[in-house]
């Protein structure tokens, strides 16, 4: 018997709730595959979402400082924001990190940084998100060994790395390695943690950053599905059984503005997911099967014009992403068009959540939109085309050999610069934008970051580098070097390298002494 959240469920005006309804034995029902309606039978009836909001900026400590106020306001899950010089595997000390550090995240380029980041917070009772994908085996092992630090064994932690490359060849561009280097770092990851982090998500498939590039809705899941299935089939090829690896699988989308379309496309993904994992994997375990994700609400539909019209953006969004079945959720603050959020801010969007969760009556009920003409419609529609559009890709080699020819890429470029000239048009409205507009003065102070941050990475690895066994640091990035070539697992290998006060820039680099680094040809 699940538990739930209330003993009895009824509207404001006392009306009875039931769970979900089914009209006639023809009706999928929620937590029955192939998951139309929920891949829990009860979903928020059991248990909300997790609310996390992203957060990452200067120092480890100002961003635990972040974290911590956010848990204590309600919070149920970290989601980790990391600046680029870590999103590239460099040092903050390295000169191509120049300017860079702490600035679009929190600067972390040892163990001491993780240490810093988590000081106080229970990692055996918070779920955390990672946003990290060239480097994700590096920061997973420093999590790890700062979880062992507390007590908390690797089998007892959860959360999620990001750790999708395939995305940054198509939307983003934080690669380091050539393509095929890249995927044997995650099928590495896939079988370490099947093993000894069971409860760790080891990849969360993003189609957020292809619709922030300017994707349709469709395009969105079937990029996303794509690189989906090529990860599956290299876990395979490199001998791992699916059902050891695949209900550990987890997704990130976006949510726009279009409050029904959104709603149909999580339901669309999770039919379409289901039926690609049977018809291709044959697997056992019905969980190898679920289509579990989070969602991010739209930070490019976020305007600097009247800042806190931006709310209500946030809000639809939300609401969209809770009525399509989402297990996570973070939503935007207001001023993130005009700079990192503010306490204020950022509070507001997680009471957002709340209220959602608490207030609206959204979550009292399970697929709320479900039997409704045009959602079913939507539904089905977006399942097809969405599936005609990786069966396209299917046809070119996969989404690999797909990426490598600049498909999606060049689908996206053709589609945002369809949008954006929409609204340039005026054809497309966005209110304060090109709709709505006034004269107006911004009293926004955005947060400032701190000005020393960069220097004071640099004092502590300097100090680090001086204080550690250089020796022994020499020896195992040496081993590091030896089975990137040899094509042994690298996780034991690089968690050794942290125990042992190796940085990120000097694991990365004793890989690339084999892999080697990538840039994408011109014009992609």
């Known amino acids: 018997m699940v538990e739930l959240r209330k003993s009895s469920w009824e509207t404001l005006g006392g009306l009875p709730i039931p769970a979900y309804h089914i009209p006639n034995d023809s009706v999928e029902r929620p937590g029955s595959p192939p998951y139309t309606r929920g891949i829990h039978e009860n979903m928020y009836r059991s248990r909300l979402w997790t609310m996390r909001q992203y957060a990452g900026f200067s120092s480890a400590k100002e961003t635990n400082e972040r974290f911590r106020l956010l848990l204590d306001r309600g919070q149920k899950g970290l989601s980790v924001a990391f600046d680029l010089p870590t999103q590239l595997g460099l040092d903050a000390d390295d000169p191509l990190s120049e300017g860079e550090v702490g600035k679009v995240g929190v600067s972390s380029s040892c163990l001491q940084d993780m240490r810093d980041l988590f000081d106080q917070i229970p990692l055996d009772k918070v779920s955390t998100s990672m946003t990290i994908n060239a480097p994700a085996m590096v920061l997973l092992a420093m999590y790890c060994v700062v979880a062992e630090e507390q007590g908390v064994s690797s089998d007892k932690i959860s959360g ?44 969360s498939i993003s189609g957020y950053h292809i619709r922030e590039a300017g994707s349709t809705a469709v395009q969105e899941l079937a990029f996303t599905l794509s690189n989906a299935l090529a990860y599956v089939d290299s876990a395979c090829a490199k001998g791992l059984e699916v059902d050891t690896f ?31 994992m049977v018809s291709r994997y044959n697997p056992t375990n019905p969980r190898s099967t679920q289509l579990r994700f989070h969602t991010q609400v739209a930070g490019v539909s976020l305007t600097a014009q009247q800042p806190l019209n931006n709310i209500s953006r946030v809000t639809i969004q939300a609401l969209a992403a809770v009525c399509g079945g989402t297990q996570s959720l973070h939503t935007n603050s ?62 070119m080699g996969g989404a690999l050999k797909a990426i490598e020819q600049g498909y999606q890429q060049q689908e996206i470029h053709t589609t945002a610069y369809r949008y954006f000239n929409e609204i340039e048009r005026g054809s497309r409205r966005i209110v304060g934008v090109n709709h709505g507009m006034m004269d107006e003065y911004i009293q926004i102070k955005p947060m400032k970051l701190n000005p020393e941050v960069a220097q004071q990475q640099s004092n502590r690895l300097l100090n680090l580098r001086n204080d550690r066994d250089s020796e022994k640091v020499d020896i195992i990035l040496e081993r590091i070097t030896q089975a990137s070539a040899d094509g042994s697992n690298l ?32 014009g992609f």
Not at 246 to 258: I, V
Not at 361 to 387: M, N, Q, R
Not at 496 to 511: C, F, K, W
Request: aromatic share 12%.
């Open 160 to 203: 999620t790395i990001q750790n999708d490359i395939l995305k940054e060849y198509i939307a983003r561009g934080t690669y380091v390695f050539p393509p095929l280097h890249s995927m044997r770092l995650i099928t590495d990851i896939f079988d370490y943690c099947s093993q000894f982090i069971p409860k760790w998500n080891t990849i």
């Open 246 to 276: 695949a209900p550990r699988l987890s997704f990130f989308f976006n949510c726009h503005n279009d409050f029904l379309e959104e709603i149909s496309k999580f339901r669309a993904a999770r039919r379409l997911w289901h039926d690609l």
């Open 334 to 395: 207001y001023d993130e068009a005009l700079g990192l959020p503010t306490e204020e801010s950022a509070t507001i969007a997680l009471r957002t959540q709340q209220i959602i969760a608490e207030e609206s009556g959204v979550a009292d009920v399970v697929d709320p939109f479900a039997g409704s003409f045009h959602i079913e419609k939507l539904t089905d529609e977006i399942y097809t085309k969405t599936k005609s559009e990786i069966d396209k890709i299917e046809s």
């Open 491 to 522: 996780f034991p290998l690089v968690l050794e390298a942290v125990r042992s006060d190796a940085t990120l820039g000097e694991i990365m680099n004793a890989m690339k002494e084999v892999f080697g680094t990538y840039s994408a040809p011109s």
